[in-house]
C-alpha cells in the first residue's frame, strides 16, 4: 500500500509541475519576441509528453497488479521461495537458480500470459528490471489479446 501512495504522490507532483510549466509555456508563447515564442512552443511539447509519460506508467501499473491478482486468484504465483538480503531484495544467486523453470515454461508455452507474468517476476527477482518490464509488458499483451478472442 505504501507504493501505491507514493505512486500517487508522485503522479500527483509530476502533474502539478506540468501544469506549470504549461502555464509558463503559453506565457512565453504570448510575448512578442520570436524566441519567447520559440521557447514557449517547446514547452509546450514537454507536458504533453510527460503526460503521456505518465498516463502510460499508471496504466502499465494497474495492468501489471491486475494480472497479479489475477494469477494470485488462479494459484499461480511462483512457489519458489527465494530468500532475502538484509537489505530486503531478492539474493540473486537464489534467484537465478530457479529462473531456467521460468524460462522453459514460456518456450513451452509461449502464447500464455501466466508464463509471461512469472517469468517477469523471475527476471525481476534476479535484478533485471528492464528484461521484467519487457516480459510484463508481454504478458499484459497477451491477457489482453485473450480477453477480446474470448
Do not use: C
Not at 507532483?13 to 519567447?36: D, K, T
Not at 502510460?56 to 499461480?76: C, H, P, Q, S, Y
Not at 537489505?87 to 522453459?104: H, I, L, N, T, V
Not at 508464463?115 to 527476471?123: I, S
Amino acid at each position: 500500500m505504501r507504493v501505491r501512495i507514493a505512486a500517487g504522490v508522485m503522479a500527483l507532483l509530476l502533474a502539478l509541475y506540468l501544469v506549470f510549466v504549461a502555464q509558463y509555456a503559453l506565457l512565453l508563447f504570448g510575448s512578442p519576441e520570436p524566441i519567447a515564442k520559440a521557447m514557449g512552443v517547446a514547452l509546450i511539447v514537454l507536458p504533453i509528453i510527460g503526460s503521456w509519460a505518465l498516463v502510460t506508467e499508471i496504466l502499465f501499473g494497474v495492468r501489471a497488479e491486475r494480472l497479479a491478482k489475477t494469477l494470485e486468484n488462479e494459484g499461480g504465483l511462483p512457489d519458489d521461495v527465494v530468500p532475502l538480503r538484509p537489505s530486503g531484495r531478492p539474493d540473486r544467486e537464489a534467484a537465478d537458480a530457479a529462473f531456467p523453470r521460468y524460462q522453459a515454461e514460456v518456450e513451452a508455452d509461449p502464447e500464455s500470459w501466466q508464463a509471461w507474468f512469472r517469468l517477469a517476476l523471475a527476471y525481476d527477482a534476479s535484478g533485471d528490471r528492464r528484461r521484467a518490464r519487457w516480459a510484463t509488458r508481454r504478458s499484459i499483451s497477451l491477457s489482453r489479446s485473450h480477453a477480446r478472442a474470448s
